[in-house]
């Protein structure tokens, strides 16, 4: 099926050029950053993880959302996902090649990484981490090509698959589960050591990346002659609309028992976040502006004429995408670190070379999501006519 990726429309080939030209600039920024190591990011002894864990934060999140599609249709034989179930499997692909690579650039020494498998350390939350983003790619891998391989023949899957499926459900929760006990495991970060950090990752997973895939179906419905069904995409904003609900509200109970509990190593990574502490504030503009696009998509979701008019939409979608990525990225990660344990403000900004090979992952994702979709799109189109 990979000769469908290899002819298309100007459009498609100038999307794939867009896409390595960042590649390039991306890989040639992490040479210099190879040869002359983290100092060249904004990264300290006090602030170790910035923007390239953030993105893998995020990311996680895009890539365990696919189950709120594979669930319904083939758990409970919700027909109207049935066109919607390759889109996410395959956008859920890309995902986790991204939060890989920015593991991989985060390390500094990227030998190092073998480390992890070559010195096994069970007691290791990030070795278990990195275990279960390589098997969920292996699933979502297989899953995609038996399925779509099947429907491409006009047949039935395979009977073996359907556990693997099953499988696949509880193993994207586990994902971005591990993810989140990277954080509330650190005694000494009482920002992060909060019970329901898993649930906040999952309900913000499950509105950032069926927001993502609506986007993308969005997309394909204009470009293409494939449409994914408007009746899907109307149900599935309603789980992004609960989902929100749901990140906003575990939001504001960790807001409550931080300020009622008047606890002040939990109130004062709060207070930077949203007033900033000794005149340094860098984070405030970036949460006021998460907060407002919360609201913005909230009421955008939770009200049905807006729901589902043609512009309320999309705009809704792009707002829960921004809040959440400011949300669970860059404040999430940084905050943890600041104040720092003797509570000293050192404040972190990503530098233009961080952001640039940021840029080229993210042109990675894009350019396999893009031959990806291609591939699925040609053949749903074929299928069609």
Known sequence: MIEKALSGSPKYWALIFFWLVFMGLGAFAFLGQYQDGL?????????????????????????????????????????????????????????????????????????????????????????????????????????????FGAERKGIAPPKWIRPIIILSIPWAVSIHTVTAFLYSGHAARPFWMSAILAPRFLASAFAAGPALLILLCLVVRKQTKYDPGMKALHKLSEIVAYAMAASVFFILLEI????????????????????????????????????????????????????????????ACVATIASLWIEKGMSLVVAGFVPNPLGQVIEYMPTGQELMISFGIYAFGGLVLTVLYKVAISVREGLQG
């Open 39 to 147: 100092q060249v990011t904004g990264l300290s002894r006090d602030v170790p993880w910035g923007f390239y864990i953030a993105q893998l934060t995020f990311l996680v999140g895009i890539a365990a959302s696919a189950v709120m599609v594979v669930l319904p249709y083939y758990l409970h034989d919700y027909k109207a996902f049935g066109k919607l179930a390759i889109l996410g499997e395959f956008l859920a692909i890309p995902a986790v090649l991204m939060c890989m690579l920015f593991v991989l650039v985060d390390m500094g020494q990227t030998a190092r990484i073998a480390n992890m498998f070559i010195y096994i350390t069970p007691n290791s939350v990030m070795f278990w981490d990195a275990s279960v983003l390589m098997g969920y790619l292996g699933l979502n891998i297989v899953i995609s090509q038996v399925t």
């Open 256 to 315: 409550f028992t931080v300020f009622y509990s008047g606890i002040p190593e939990h109130i004062h990574h709060f207070q930077y976040m949203y007033m900033g502490i000794d005149g340094k504030a860098a984070l405030a503009p970036w949460m006021w502006t998460s907060s407002v696009l919360a609201i913005v998509a909230l009421v955008l979701l939770l009200v049905p004429r807006y729901r589902k008019s043609r512009m309320g939409l999309p705009i």
